[in-house]
């Protein structure tokens, strides 16, 4: 099969590795579509980590022991959580502390990295997709609509909520898809101004600058001087999360996404802020929801994907990351009109398109 490897600062290598080789519960996954996440932190610092890449979206190869059937369409939830501790019954793989050696376990060489051909996966974290979804925007449900479906849920977010989205990178902007698909008023902040329109093609009511001086009271005007009632933070900037807390409204919501900063609160009390860390999804908990706004937010998702690569051009794919001048941006290792991509069939009865553009409402 082929895989990617980083072979120095900006330079890479696809290189052909022996077939991994599922076994038990450990399913062996064709990736169809490599949804690019951090990797090019990777690339420009020229350092391959093992493994390389934890999303992607394939097709069922050999089921092993587990329910799946070959030729199933899924998604790979990341890591190898060990479904059985508490934080796996809990539907929290990704919290697991005793992760699984998948390579071990079948005595495969390869198997880990989604920048290839095939992977191995434990079936508890694999999600089938419905028929009616295609794999590229069934893709979209690990980094790019996980963590903010997670801070949806946990502040409980809403049509009546007011949210500020700190950080227009690839998963604030899927933050503005649930808000969409919620009704929610959101606005962004992002100091970058390469950034805003993809934010306001997504449906982002403003994007404000948190480095003008006048942010802040920019923030307040939009909700008549209230304050927001919830906010994510996804840039992580030092700044950021003190920022947010002077423009949430007492017993505001936030959500802090970003990782690295130390995170610099000193509100919380006074004003009853709730505070959440939220990292990846639930997929037992929300996976109904997650494929549900996949559903309702398809012609947006087509906006919020902006570029698509055949996994030999890895490199372009990263070179358009760090430009800072993209979505979200997708790999096809098997080139981008593998079979399988495609829908299945077609959703019966599909609800006509809501008066807010890109957006269609149906019964869930
Ligand atoms: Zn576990
Ligand atoms: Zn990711």
Redesign the pocket.
Known sequence: LRTVTITGPRTVDIIDVPEPQGRGDIVKVKILVTPTCTEWGSYRNGMSPDPLGHEAAGVVVDPGTSTFREGERVVVMPGY?????????EGE?I?????RDALTETGSTSGRSTYAQYMLKPASLLLRVPDDISLTHASLACCALGPTLNAFETLRIDVFDTLVISGCGPVGLGGLIHAAVRGTSSICLEPDPQRSPLAMALGANAVVDPTDPQARDRLLEFTAGQGVSAAIETSGSPTAPHFLETVLQSRGRLAILAWGAPVDLRNVVPAGLELHGCWHWNHLRYGRRMFETIRRSAPLLDQFVTHSFPLDEVAEAWDVQLSKTCGKVLLFPWGLDADGLQPTRTREGAAPASARAGITRGAA
Not at 81 to 89: D, V
Not at 95 to 99: G, M, P
Request: charged share 5%; aromatic share 6%; glycine share 14%.
């Open positions: 959580g060990c479904g059985h501790c508490y934080s796996c019954l793989h919290r697991c502390t005793a992760q």
